[in-house]
């Protein structure tokens, strides 16, 4: 026992039963190997600290070098004595030394090392004092070595430096003597050289004068490249062969980039450039967007430097406006609207300068003419529809100026119709239909000579389809719905040409989409709901044949959600569900490219899922389903969620918070139609007082705008009249109800919706005033009686029959 105690006296003797159980088992092998018949004492000399030392060694055989020396380092003094560790310290150890996480448990398991709680922490020390000496017995023999190695290592690095000393003085030897012998050569070579000097200075001069003759017609031969190109591209567009623009600038490109780097000039740079703009004007019309951006930044940014460094010319000024302006339509392709109307502002007012000099250039006019078009369209789709029309009058004038639209120059003429399409869409939102059907007729007429001359020129059935959805739009909102759909339809057929002629061209194919929209919504307007259907399906048919994209994602997420509302309305759920998948399918493709924290990230998930274009009326989209069923509580659950994330919504500017508004207005409308049809008037009447403040701050800018605030206010007239504010209720239904007797009296008035909101002010005006205006109930009824049959089967128009029928009851 002394013995394994380390020497103690008996008395104060404190024995590991770990150690007291190894030192038996060791000495009782060393008795059977010498044939022992008893441990004896001179047995026991000597080999307590073998025991100990091999117990040590096989503890730490297999852990990490690292856990070794943590342990002898730190679990023992300086001067070998134990020293305790909180256990979390230990763990964090063994863990950077990389032993595995059951190190510690492993070595208390072997007796190694043992774990006490002193003052409520759990500490880590050697097992027994007599494992100190062992242990440092090991760190000086490990000291000893790491000392040993790194004075072996030391002298290695000294006998290395004087090797590579004696090496440079050998071959400094020889240098010098080399250098001698060249000293000599050179003296009788500088003579000769003197002599030579003089020939390869008139040789030289001679080769300036090749060279600058040479580069000299390379720049002509790279300007005619470029003018080439652009002459390619506006002759080839119309045919729909960009595709071969777009080859013969990447060959021209191939050619810059493999010219070396002593051979370029500002003028090269330059004209890479414009090849570039023209590369990437290519690409976007492929909507191969990405390649697109790439080729059109580089341009860009050449462009720029050149002009900041001084270059006014004429070719890096259009390069650099006409490349800003694919930059804002690729931007546009994309979603990112801030960005499309920055860049475009940007080219504007890059060739603004030069072509309100006295005599500005054809290419200039041309160039200044497309960027104030796409200007005015980015001005539309931002509500600014008089700064659109007044920019688009410019753009039409700087056409007009270049042949006086005299068919000599037909891409200005083409462009001038365009430029006119979209100023008939600016018009019609603001109401002016004399002056956008006087645009309009003037524009189809252009575009239809150029046709006469040109039957397949792509650009003139683009102009002609973008005028004739324009005036189909006017024309519609105006209750001409016949006319309507047959400019509609005239808009889809020139789509569809332009599509036959360039299946590639992915913005033909997204405004065919549009036009079927236009069709859809005529056909429906017009009581022709299976042709509605047809159109509905026929714009989302288009999809396998365009790439994915933003515009198309946003196109197509539109047409399915108001498929999935006719769908639902007509009570066929299994079409509504399978259109609403597809709404929720594109709309990830329309915001994918979005960043994340973006106003248009957040605002198209709930216009494109929830809400559609301004006055689509209730049941769209997510609303479809719920309304259709009659799930009131689920539909007043989902707005009013929608609710609350568009008031998280950070509008940046006038025109996103209208478009804020507008989303807003109906969530809260929704809310209020579904707690209406739960009979909870109270909340149904705070929600609509939320949704008619929120409309006043939203301008009515045409007969659409009117027809759809006027039914929010029915809506408030029936919730006042369940709360029996009957005279609040009069008050508000009154003026609607007569401005929809205004319109149903209009001869031209082909629109079946129309009636359905006539009917429906009927009824809200008999049920503000009980007991009273049951003919009113009863014109209702005729009304909705004298619909397409079709028409009368779609739920919401039999929930408003059934409505009237229940309040002709109370009247009898």
Not at 3 to 31: Q, T
Not at 133 to 146: G, M, N, P, T, Y
Not at 460 to 489: M, N, P, T, W
């Amino acid at each position: 026992m002394r013995f394994i105690a380390g020497g103690s006296e008996l008395r104060n003797a404190e024995v590991e039963p770990s150690l007291l159980s190894l030192i038996c088992r060791e000495l009782n092998n060393a008795r059977i190997a010498k044939g022992r018949a008893e441990i004896s004492v001179d047995l026991l000399a000597g080999s307590h600290d073998t025991i100990l030392a091999d117990f040590y060694e096989r503890t730490l055989a297999d852990q990490p070098e690292a856990l070794r020396r943590y342990i002898e380092d730190e679990l023992l003094t300086d001067s070998g004595f134990r020293e305790s560790i909180a256990e979390e310290r230990v763990r964090k150890a063994f863990a950077a030394a990389g032993a595995r996480p059951d190190a510690l448990a492993t070595l208390v398991d072997r007796r190694l090392l043992r774990i006490e709680e002193r003052l409520d922490v759990r500490r880590v020390e050697l097992t027994h004092d007599v494992l100190c000496s062992v242990v440092r017995a090991s760190r000086d023999l490990r000291h000893e070595r790491e000392a040993r190695d790194e004075a072996e290592r030391k002298l290695d690095e000294q006998r290395a430096r004087q090797r590579a000393t004696r090496k440079a003085l050998v071959r400094a030897r020889q240098i010098a003597a080399v250098c001698a012998v060249l000293a000599v050569g050179a003296l009788a070579s500088a003579a000769f050289g003197f002599l030579n000097m003089k020939r390869a200075q008139e040789a030289e001069l001679k080769a300036q004068q090749t060279r600058a003759m040479a580069e000299s017609a390379r720049g002509e031969a790279e300007k005619l490249i470029v003018y080439l190109l652009d002459d390619f591209y506006l002759e080839l567009e119309p045919v729909g062969r960009l595709d071969i623009v777009a080859a013969l600038s990447k060959r021209a490109l191939d050619y810059y980039d493999a010219l070396p780097k002593e051979l370029r000039t500002t003028e090269t740079d330059r004209n890479r450039a414009l090849a570039l703009v023209r590369y990437g004007s290519a690409l976007r019309i492929q909507s191969k967007l990405d390649e697109s951006q790439k080729a059109l930044s580089d341009a860009v940014d050449v462009l720029g430097k050149l002009r900041a460094q001084g270059d006014q010319s004429e070719a890096t000024a259009i390069g650099l406006g006409l490349g800003l302006w694919a930059e804002a339509r690729v931007a546009g392709s994309k979603g990112r609207r801030p960005e499309e109307r920055e860049l475009i502002q940007q080219a504007v007012a890059v060739l603004k300068p030069l072509a309100s000099a006295p005599t500005p250039s054809v290419p200039l006019r041309r160039a200044y003419g497309t960027a104030l078009t796409y200007l005015g369209f980015t001005q539309l789709n931002n509500n600014q529809e008089e700064a659109a029309v007044k920019t688009l009058e410019e753009a039409r004038e700087a056409y007009r100026s270049i042949d006086d639209l005299k068919l000599d120059d037909l891409p200005s003429a083409v462009a001038y119709a365009e430029a006119s399409g979209w100023e008939v869409n600016a018009l019609q939102s603001l109401g002016r239909f004399d002056q956008l059907r006087q645009v309009g007729e003037d524009a189809a007429r252009v575009a239809g000579q150029v046709l006469e001359k040109r039957p397949g020129n792509m650009m003139a059935l683009r102009a002609r389809g973008l005028i004739s959805d324009a005036l189909a739009g006017a024309e519609g909102f105006d209750l001409h719905l016949r006319k309507a759909l047959a400019l509609a339809e005239q808009g889809a057929r020139d789509w569809g040409a332009i599509v036959k002629l360039d299946p590639s061209n992915q913005i033909a194919w997204n405004n065919l989409a549009a036009a079927r929209q236009g069709t859809a919504f005529w056909s429906w307007g017009l009581g022709l709901i299976r042709e509605s259907q047809e159109q509905w399906r026929a714009g989302l048919a288009i999809e396998p044949d365009v790439r994915p994209s933003a515009m198309i994602g946003y196109t197509l997420g539109t047409t399915a959600g108001y498929r999935a509302m006719l769908e639902a309305d007509l009570g066929n759920r299994q079409a509504a569900e399978a259109a609403l998948a597809d709404n929720r399918r594109l709309i990830e493709i329309a915001v994918r490219d979005l960043p994340r924290d973006s106003f248009g990230r957040g605002f198209i998930p709930e216009q494109t899922g929830y809400y559609g274009f301004p006055g689509s009326g209730l049941g769209y989209g997510g609303y479809a389903l719920p309304l259709a069923a009659g799930e009131y509580e689920t539909l007043r659950n989902l707005a009013r969620a929608s609710a609350r994330r568009i008031e998280q919504l950070k509008a940046a500017d006038a025109q996103r918070e209208l478009d804020k508004n507008r989303l807003l207005e109906m969530a809260y409308r929704t809310a209020a139609e579904a707690s209406y049809r739960l009979k909870d008037y109270a909340t149904a009447d705070a929600e609509i007082k939320r949704a008619l403040e929120i409309r006043r701050a939203i301008p009515k800018r045409n007969l659409f705008d009117e027809r759809d605030a006027s039914d929010a206010l029915m809506l408030a007239a029936m919730i006042a009249a369940r709360q029996e504010r009957y005279p609040e209720a009069q008050q508000i239904i009154e003026p609607v109800l007569k401005f929809h007797r205004g319109l149903y009296a209009r001869k031209d008035n082909e629109d079946q919706s129309q009636r359905i909101q006539l009917a429906h002010a009927l009824y809200v005006s008999a049920l503000a005033a009980p007991g009273q205006k049951a003919s009113q109930l009863a014109q209702a009824a005729a009304i909705i009686d004298g619909l397409p049959p079709l028409m009368r089967r779609q739920i919401s128009i039999t929930v408003l029959r059934d409505r009237i029928a229940e309040e002709q009851k109370t009247r009898r």
